[in-house]
């Protein structure tokens, strides 16, 4: 079979012509940790499904992610409820075919309430489709792009539990960011990953070496936001699958595997589209005239100008607000596991603090924008995110808070770092401005960041509803219950013998 990808189909019957040679089809829909929980059904049970969905145990939403049922029972799957059936729909605009596994036809599912007939309101997919929607409504099309660092190890799931996950052999030795060196030392692996991800329909921009041992970094290729989400997901299972199935690695996406080293990120990209004209809508189309900041744009006596935001247009500042304020609510959506805060420390380039500034990596939110770009890829960069996530969660909780500032027209109220890093201001406002970003330090871990989205007037609660976020909330604090309770090998080897 070629190894270009055939076109999705665009209805029943184009589906039933692509599959008419094969026997058995692969489904999956995505729980809220961004695990795929999917089976294999036949052929004439699948193409029985594809008008009304079929019955899927609602139990993916009342457990974790080692299928330990959550510590305080759901609304969505409990004992009460029986874990009852929920409804699984196949996305026929999904279809690609795993190139790995026999070329096997493969489809995303979107999981559907059985009483209303609405997308679901914990499923991943269906929280971002409503989200898009709202976009969809005032005109507007988000666009984004996923980077992921990942480490990778000579191991296997057998050899990492035979020495019960401790010291995982690297896949390569010392810190060699950017290198040619390194990929060639295994470049089958290394080219694998970009035919097979092509093969997959999870188009890459980029690949290199990141610094660390075994470190890599991929760029995922600007999309749709939905196709975005799909192919991040998609990714990281991809990349597990190539590496234990064909070359005995293991690749890990854990926000800090290292304690001394930097950890690893999910940066995403985001912009607007517009969908009459297909044009870029947060690039400035007037960039001749000085862009005053939001202060003075909203009838503030403030009067200074940002450089920063010279080449944004304002629906892009308005994005940008919103999510500047928002972001303390959504960090269990960018941040989503204990080890999550683990990455987000001081000097391990990991932001900590609400902030935001033009081309700079140091900020929570990165602004890309002419000069550094060209006027069409302005954007931001999210670079709270770490490669942990679920795609579709992060992407939804910046998605909704960014239309949530254009919504209510919001104003930046915090000045970029290049504003509080000028050394023409005095002493004293430095002080004043760094004061105002140290007061906008983010949770430190995932236990006060999931109470600051679960508060009753959050952000976050305005932006995905108070459902989702209760639901999303008791399964954080679970995982934060666990962490309580384990005794730690740090603790054995602090304690054990010296108290």
């Known amino acids: 079979?070629?190894?270009?990808?055939?076109?999705?189909?665009?209805?029943?019957?184009?589906?039933?012509?692509?599959l008419e040679n094969d026997h058995r089809i692969k489904v999956a829909g995505v729980d809220v940790d961004g695990i795929l929980r999917g089976k294999i059904l036949v052929k004439s049970k699948f193409l029985s499904t594809l008008e009304d969905g079929f019955g899927f145990c609602s139990v993916i939403?009342?457990?974790?992610?080692?299928?330990?049922?959550?510590?305080?029972?759901?609304?969505?799957?409990?004992?009460?409820?029986?874990?009852?059936?929920?409804?699984?729909?196949?996305?026929?605009?999904?279809?690609?075919?795993?190139?790995?596994?026999?070329?096997?036809?493969?489809?995303?599912?979107?999981?559907?309430d059985p009483t209303t007939k609405e997308p679901l309101y914990v499923c991943p997919r269906g929280l971002l489709k409503n989200i898009l929607n709202k976009y969809e409504e005032l005109g507007l099309k988000p666009m984004c792009g996923a980077e992921f660092e990942f480490f990778s190890f000579k191991e296997t799931p057998e050899t990492m539990a035979a020495k019960q996950y401790n010291s995982p052999v690297p896949l390569t030795q010392g810190m060699f960011g950017y290198s040619l060196l390194r990929p060639t030392s295994n470049q089958n692996f290394f080219y694998d990953i970009f035919d097979e991800l092509k093969s997959f329909n999870v188009n890459l921009e980029a690949l290199h070496t990141e610094t660390g041992p075994g470190v890599y970094e991929a760029a995922l290729a600007y999309s749709p936001a939905m196709d975005m989400a799909d192919s991040a997901t998609l990714f990281k299972l991809a990349i597990k699958q190539?590496?234990?199935?064909?070359?005995?690695?293991?690749?890990?996406?854990?926000?800090?595997?290292?304690?001394?080293?930097?950890?690893c990120s999910g940066h995403l990209h985001f912009s607007l589209k517009s969908i009459e004209t297909g044009e870029n809508i947060f690039a400035k189309k007037d960039s001749s005239v000085e862009c005053k900041n939001s202060f003075a744009e909203n009838g503030s006596s403030n009067p200074k100008e940002w450089k920063d935001t010279k080449f944004m247009s304002?629906?892009?500042?308005?994005?940008?607000?919103?999510?500047?304020?928002?972001?303390?609510?959504?960090?269990?959506?960018?941040?989503?596991?204990?080890?999550?805060?683990k990455r987000l420390v001081e000097n391990y380039w990991a932001p900590i603090n609400v902030s935001w500034g033009l081309e700079n990596r140091t900020?929570?939110?990165?602004?890309?924008?002419?000069?550094?770009?060209?006027?069409?890829?302005?954007?931001?960069?999210?670079?709270?995110?770490?490669?942990?996530?679920?795609?579709?969660?992060?992407?939804?909780?910046?998605?909704?808070?960014?239309?949530?500032?254009?919504?209510?027209?919001?104003?930046?109220?915090?000045?970029?770092?290049?504003?509080?890093?000028?050394?023409?201001?005095?002493?004293?406002?430095?002080?004043?401005?760094?004061?105002?970003?140290?007061?906008?330090?983010?949770?430190k871990n995932l236990q006060e960041a999931t109470h600051t989205m679960m508060a009753k007037d959050s952000i976050a609660r305005k932006v995905l509803g108070d459902r989702f976020v209760d639901h999303f909330g008791k399964t954080r604090l679970?995982?934060?219950?666990?962490?309580?309770?384990?005794?730690?090998?740090?603790?054995?080897?602090?304690?054990?013998e010296t108290v």
């Open 1 to 18: 079979m070629s190894n270009i990808p055939e076109k999705n189909p665009q209805n029943i019957e184009e589906v039933k012509k692509l």
């Open 61 to 112: 939403f009342g457990w974790d992610m080692h299928d330990k049922t959550y510590t305080e029972e759901l609304e969505i799957s409990n004992c009460d409820n029986g874990y009852a059936d929920i409804v699984a729909k196949v996305d026929i605009s999904t279809y690609r075919r795993i190139p790995w596994e026999d070329n096997i036809p493969f489809f995303l599912l979107t999981f559907y």
């Open 242 to 263: 190539i590496g234990i199935l064909r070359h005995g690695i293991m690749s890990c996406f854990m926000a800090k595997p290292h304690v001394d080293l930097p950890g």
């Open 314 to 341: 304002d629906t892009m500042k308005h994005f940008l607000a919103g999510i500047l304020v928002g972001l303390p609510s959504i960090m269990p959506f960018l941040a989503p596991t204990v080890n999550s805060y």
């Open 363 to 443: 900020a929570a939110i990165r602004v890309i924008s002419p000069p550094t770009s060209s006027a069409s890829a302005t954007r931001i960069e999210m670079r709270v995110s770490g490669a942990d996530i679920n795609p579709y969660l992060a992407i939804s909780a910046t998605l909704a808070c960014g239309l949530y500032g254009i919504e209510n027209k919001l104003p930046i109220l915090m000045p970029p770092l290049s504003h509080v890093n000028k050394e023409i201001i005095t002493p004293e406002e430095k002080m004043n401005l760094l004061a105002q970003h140290q007061e906008k330090r983010l949770a």
């Open 478 to 496: 679970h995982e934060w219950k666990l962490w309580e309770t384990t005794v730690t090998n740090w603790e054995i080897k602090r304690y054990f």
